[in-house]
């Protein structure tokens, strides 16, 4: 096959993904795998089990495991080892609640077009409101079963054993903050974020039996008043959900409530030059555009610069291997 037709075929091939992906949510929304979570069953019991036709049911299962979201041995289907591990709620690495919201999310990716035309979000999330608890509590969890993949790994990695007061601003889940806590003994942390987040960012706290080392913080981060000085600030996927300007002002908020040659800790989607590159963060950049109001990922060059100008130096960026194209920038305050 020529390299045209093995293009052309890639092509064709993505509009598939989509059905991949259907394939996925559904099964969580089965509960398909929680249902196969003791023992192996035939799609015959599945069926019984969950009220479903049985010939759809087998293709569906079916379809399942040719993606390797499940095994099958004869007429019995059953949890893989990975799956085990990744499908079933309350597992570590549980990634169920990030489906989720990919679920709640799809339909608004139907209205792509509107939005690149009109330059407007379709509307914004619920979990954006103060009030709204379960659906801050679903954005909080599906948080956490992202940050879960590398939280660890940064933990080892990051310069805090020096540091004494964190500031975790617009911390969700709080699940960074307590892979830090966990990894540098003297650490004490605040975590600041709305107050229908931090009531489901307490649970994971107390869960991780930190609560003595936790303090809260509530509100909009935009607006309200940050209390306190602090040795270092983790701020985790909070630039690619705002305008230019607000970014801006908000640095220079953290700025001012760092002790002197406190560290400010940027995580996010950054572009490259091109802003076609790394592929992840370009895409994210349209699910910024769907969802929020001004939000976009920005270039390491354009973060930066934002960080010099609200006072910080020695501004670079640290070269670790993680999961879609998400990395760090660091500076100091003098």
């Not at 950049?285 to 109001?293: D, I, R, S």
Request: one cysteine or more.
């Amino acid at each position: 096959m020529s390299r045209r037709n093995v293009y052309r075929e890639s092509v064709l091939g993505i509009g598939y993904d989509l059905v991949k992906a259907c394939v996925l949510q559904t099964a969580f929304e089965l509960w398909i795998f929680e249902a196969l979570k003791d023992a192996p069953k035939s799609a015959l019991v599945l069926s019984e089990h969950l009220g479903a036709n049985r010939r759809s049911l087998e293709l569906f299962l079916n379809a399942l495991v040719s993606l390797g979201f499940l095994a099958s041995e004869g007429p019995m289907y059953q949890n893989t080892k990975y799956g085990t591990e990744i499908f079933l709620k309350g597992k570590p690495l549980y990634i169920g609640d990030m489906v989720g919201l990919q679920t709640r999310s799809a339909g608004n990716w139907l209205k792509l077009k509107e939005c690149v035309m009109s330059g407007t979000s379709v509307a914004q999330p619920d979990f954006s409101k103060v009030d709204h608890v379960e659906a801050a509590s679903g954005f909080a969890r599906a948080m956490h079963n992202t940050a879960m993949g590398h939280a660890e790994f940064l933990s080892r990695k990051l310069p805090l054993a020096s540091v004494r007061s964190l500031l975790d601003l617009g911390g969700g889940p709080g699940t960074f903050t307590i892979h830090f806590l966990h990894a540098n003994p003297g650490l004490r942390a605040t975590i600041f974020d709305l107050p229908a987040t931090l009531q489901t960012t307490r649970t994971f706290v107390e869960q991780a039996k930190l609560a003595e080392r936790v303090s809260y913080q509530e509100g909009d981060f935009n607006c309200d008043e940050i209390k306190g000085m602090f040795g270092a600030c983790f701020m985790s996927h909070i630039i690619h959900s705002q305008s230019a300007e607000l970014n801006r002002a908000l640095l220079s908020n953290v700025f001012k409530h760092l002790n002197p040659d406190g560290r400010l800790i940027v995580q996010d989607f950054f572009l490259n030059p091109d802003r076609t590159s790394p592929q992840f963060p370009a895409l994210f950049a349209l699910n910024m555009l769907v969802h929020t109001e001004s939000g976009q990922t920005y270039t390491f060059d354009e973060v930066a610069q934002w960080m010099r100008e609200a006072g910080f130096e020695e501004v670079k960026s640290l070269k670790f291997r993680l999961p879609r194209g998400i990395a760090l920038l660091t500076a100091k305050k003098s």
